[in-house]
């Protein structure tokens, strides 16, 4: 993931280089690039929809991440220099950094395309560098009593099965992975009425491992149990079209219904719907997804939207995992217990989890206080069961959408960021990249993105303004944990929550997010290389010096400080920059931050006024500026 957004980002820088600093053979070096890097953006593409092995996969993203990443680094460092020099000298030794940075693309080009071409007639496994595989085609059932929250739902969910119209129609249900959609799916498919109902039932779950054939299989082995198919083994000698006809043919005349298991888009249903007849005998399809987009497509009436357990629903999970059916549960547990269930922030799959973890420890007060304290740490220990589920949706993502994704680990859980500016993050930090032709701008191309995310139910919407349009948004907790997760094992950021033991290195990443209640300046110095890109700071700074308290009580107020200068002006190819004023606040503006010529996005907290020097932040895009508003110009 880290190599496509270094990719992207390359690439943006490339297209937004101005003619007038580069021109002649450096033109062409750099046209040269960006030949390269669109390439590796489509290996990239390709390689998450292909099937490659796994060291494969690996080799691959790095080599790219590493020769892109390093491309961008010269070009931008090129940039800065002609900029302040005022004048461009031609000559071998002013392109020797440059060329550097073609030879290197060049020989990754050599080296992807060897792996990318060897052994191209084999099928090779597909296998991520992450916490799940992307083949898988079982998804762990939820604890059947889970379902003692979803009664209304599966009330619903029956009740349309059953009733109008006569034509063939479409039932959908959506929501977040983990929230019980295949449990609700389940649950009708074996309701006593529902049998009754319908004369033949049939089950077949798509995955993102798409195979058409499979799921002909899968329908004809369902319907053979049922009717009076007879020669099943000459499945193997029939094409997909006479798989097709026989499913056609043995549904004929009957009321049936077909449940259609996590279903991934709009072009898998197109493949698979005209398997289906309409006989005008009330058949139905019932069809999960986690995609919004996709359960209109299927159907335009409103998609059954799964809901959030209630806390006093949640809470009867742990107590029927643990303390069995009669919920004889010790009253001092009572408390913690449903402390617990609140942080799993209603979403089944999870106190699913948590629920068979307490089955497991002791149950005094002090055991389930140290689940409640170590949440986050026991759903990060079982992969497989929450965060694997949960990261098929990110999985299926296409490479442009994944580090807009991830950058929500960038904020503290629960954090709500204002939309306008997770728009204009994700624009400096060169996510977003207008195609060719377009008439969009960045900002619309980043609205699509984020509309697209919460539509596949990744972020949520928070607040939304009087129009309807989204003022704040966010993800959950477990969501949160799995990009944090994610973006470790991609290279993708790094998160510092806790304080760390100092590093023998820096972090072989660009982008940082420091959210510890405090952090000294010497360790951001042993963490942070001068290559970094983004920075965010919601931890407050220890300086040498003891910041003056005034006016905010416990919030410091930073006076001129050369630890502070020494600090920023080590980054001179920092793009975004955000101080979040629960550091506190800067007595004046720091004038160091004016020499960062590529910093695109400033947020900072300060009291004082704008100064002049600000115009040589020429790349500036956004300024937010916290503090006394009344003093600043």
Known sequence: MAASSAVISLLQTLDQRNPQLFHG???????????????????????????????????????????????????????????????????????????????????????????????????????????????????????????????????????????RPRDLDVVTITGMGGIGKTTLAKKAYDHLTIRYHFDILAWVTISQEFRRRNVLLEALNSISKQTDIVNTKNYDKMDDNELADLAQKNLKGRRYLVVVDDIWSRDVWDSISRIFPNYNNGSRILLTTRENEVAIYANTCSPHEMNLLSLENGWKLPCDKVFGPKHDHPPALEEIGREIVEKCQGLP????????????????????????????????????????VLGLSYYHLPNRLKPCFLSMSSFPEDFQVDTRRLIQLWIAEGFIRTSVGSRKSLEEVAEHYLEDLISRNLIQARKRRFNGEIKACGVRDLLHEFCLIEDEMTKHMHV????????????????????????????????????????????????????????????????????????????????????????????????????????????????????ESISELQNLQTLICSGNYFDIT
């Open 25 to 163: 053979h450096t033109a062409e070096a750099l046209d040269s690039l960006h030949a390269t890097a669109e390439y590796f953006q489509n290996v990239l593409e390709n390689a998450s929809k292909s099937r490659f092995d796994t060291e494969k996969i690996k080799s691959l993203e790095e080599k790219i991440r590493v020769a892109a990443s390093y491309a961008e680094d010269v070009l931008e460092l090129k940039s800065s220099r002609i900029v302040k020099v005022s004048r461009w000298k031609f000559g071998i030794s002013q392109h020797l950094d440059l060329l550097k940075a073609v030879k290197k693309m060049d020989t990754t080009n050599k080296q992807v395309m060897k792996i990318v071409s060897h052994d191209t007639d084999q099928v090779l496994e597909l296998s991520r560098d992450s916490l799940i595989g992307t083949s898988s085609t079982s998804y762990p059932m939820l604890e059947n009593d889970v379902v003692n929250g979803l009664d209304g739902d599966l009330e619903i969910i029956v009740n349309r099965l059953k009733g």
């Open 349 to 388: 799959l999870m106190i699913s989890v948590i629920a068979g973890h307490l089955s497991k420890v002791a149950r005094t007060l002090e055991g389930w206080k140290d689940v409640a304290r170590t949440l986050s740490e026991i759903i990060a220990s079982n992969p497989n069961k929450c965060l694997g």
């Open 496 to 611: 510092q929550r806790t304080h760390p033991i100092l590093p023998t290195k820096k972090h072989n990443v660009r982008r940082f997010s420091f959210q510890t209640l405090s952090y000294s300046v010497e360790k951001c110095f042993k963490v942070l290389p001068p290559v970094a890109r983004s920075i965010h700071l919601f931890s407050r700074l220890h300086l040498l010096h003891k910041p003056r308290q005034k006016l905010l009580g416990t919030f410091p107020i930073y006076h001129r400080n050369p630890i502070i200068h020494e600090f920023f002006s080590r980054f001179n190819l920092l793009r975004l920059l955000a101080i979040f004023n629960t550091i506190g606040y800067f007595e004046s503006f720091p004038l160091v931050i004016t020499e960062l010529f590529h910093l695109r996005y400033l947020q900072v907290p300060f009291y004082a006024d704008i100064p």
